[in-house]
């Protein structure tokens, strides 16, 4: 039963440029859910859980996400597509008009925090417009004591208005829509998007410029587990190759699903304090632990139910992206605090839709780097008639859109901490074998889990240690041997029963890799260049 007692504390938003709002501070999740359902923003589901719609937005805008370019910022970030620049006084101008909106209305504020680990520790104010917003807030970041709130000072502000619409031609935004980050004054200003993704990604990324630059931390967007010995996995994935899925298993202890922090003391501490998963097509049998952490204090976003309050989990047809944010500690088996000591495998996820990487292969420090900026995935074709050809798609550091710096920063602090800690780190293809998408098949998840497993408790090594074989176009080593896991399977090429095929399409997709590395070539050291495909 969650507590209905919440502090007693009042604030003012003036500061803030907010006047006279009707402040409802620090609400616990029933209280929120309940003010939801009473001004007709959401629905309760026949689990209890709170059903809300996102609005126009049903997923993040990335030509939407600006960064205040000033003097903290303008030598740093890697300004482009991803980091598109505002100018400091069309941000003030538009504060202005944001804060004025606000006032004189009753808004939803929360203080919480970011990071896991006490020394990286981010207070955090969320000021919303809506109630269910700040019951996202009290799901996504860190939940502080009630001794901790009596001083409580807030180091960053998410200011979030979704009802706000921008006149792009007056206020310097693309469209009416906005996320700016502004790491002078600290403020993540958001407007014109119901979309609870954008409150979290913004700190993200606010993250992933303060953990390199100021604390010589990597941050990652990246899952994460730990065994009964104390050894840590992490998983880094795109969406849709098993991040979640296969970081949360029964055998070993949750520390979060989506962004971390590897310190120096060579520990791994969740940004976070909630999980935020797609539902698209969930089900009991395959995905227990999220299914079941569905329930009351839960937030369904952009889902299908009928009358009696029953979710549709296959019905997209508001979006694909249908979202179910939750406090952790809905999963039974965590890591309490969310922190992992003792690094000792990464996995890099790919759904490879070609058929043509190996189910596992393990990498050189110059071949994660590589794999690192790279951060690569496929996307299935469409199943219209004469569609068959996948479509590779990559995002550095498999997270380029929350990243402000140069994705070959990170990949510098990831392969120095690799070396540093003895890591392996192992590519893992969770797409196809046996063929491209429409001709083979998805790989068994059982045999993923299988060489995960094996990867993780030291048998894969010990089968093949000296005979690996070297795949003649990735260069990656693929084992000959793994428990559980039949030998041909562990051999894309004769999984397809056609040689002249497999090398065909593997030489298309290595000259993919090429293509996409070339941005980086200028910025990448030799031993990172040296991690390219041979052919």
Known sequence: MVNHTHTTKTISLDTYGIKNAQVRYQLSPDELQEFTISKGQGQE????????????????????????????????????????????????????????????????????YACADEDYKLNIRVVNEYPWSNMFAYNMFLRPTEDELKDFSPEWTVINAPGF?????????????????????????????????????GIFSALNFILPVYKNTLPMHCS???????????????????????????????????????????TVFNFEGGCYAKVINLSQEQEPEIYDAIKKGAILENIVMNDDGEVDFANTSITQNTRVSYPIHHIDNIRVPSIGKNPK???????????????????????????????????????????????????????????????????????????EAGVNVWLVNTGWTGGPYGVGSRMKLKYTRAMISAAMNGSLEAANKDN????????????????????????????????????????????????NFKQFEEFANAEIMAGAPLK
């Open 224 to 266: 994460a587990n730990v065994g009964k010995d104390g050894d840590t996995a992490i998983f880094f994935g795109l969406s849709g190759t098993g991040k979640t899925t296969l970081s949360t298993d029964p055998d070993r202890s949750l520390i979060g699903d989506d962004e971390h922090g590897w310190t120096n003391e060579n």
């Open 165 to 201: 619409m921008a006149d792009a031609e007056v206020d310097g935004t693309r469209q009416h829509n906005f996320a700016i980050l502004n790491f002078s004054k600290k403020i993540a200003l958001i407007g014109g998007t119901g979309y609870t993704g954008e409150i979290k990604k």
């Open 45 to 112: 589901t026949s689990s209890g859980t709170l059903a809300v719609r996102t609005g126009e937005f049903t997923g993040r805008s990335p030509q939407d996400r600006f960064i205040v370019k000033d003097d903290i910022t303008k030598d740093r970030i890697w300004w482009g597509n991803i980091n598109i620049p505002f100018e400091p006084d069309a941000f003030d101008k538009l504060y202005d008009k944001v804060t004025n909106y606000l006032s004189g209305k009753e808004v939803f504020v929360r203080d919480s």
């Open 468 to 515: 690996y074989h070297i795949h003649s176009v990735f260069g990656v080593k693929q084992p000959r041997t793994c428990p559980n896991v039949p030998t041909e399977v562990l051999s894309p090429r004769s999984t397809w029963n056609n040689d002249e095929g497999y090398y065909k399409t593997a030489a298309k997709l290595s000259q993919s890799f090429r293509d």
């Open 345 to 419: 495998n990464i996995f890099f996820l790919t759904a490879d839709a070609f058929g043509v990487l190996p189910p596992i292969s393990k990498l050189t420090p110059g071949q994660a780097a590589y794999h690192f900026i790279s951060g690569y995935t496929a996307k299935v074709a469409g199943t219209e008639a004469g569609i068959d050809e996948p479509l590779p798609s990559f995002s550095a550091c498999f997270g380029a859109p929350f990243m402000p710096l140069h994705p070959t920063k990170y990949a510098e602090m990831l392969s120095k901490k690799m070396q």
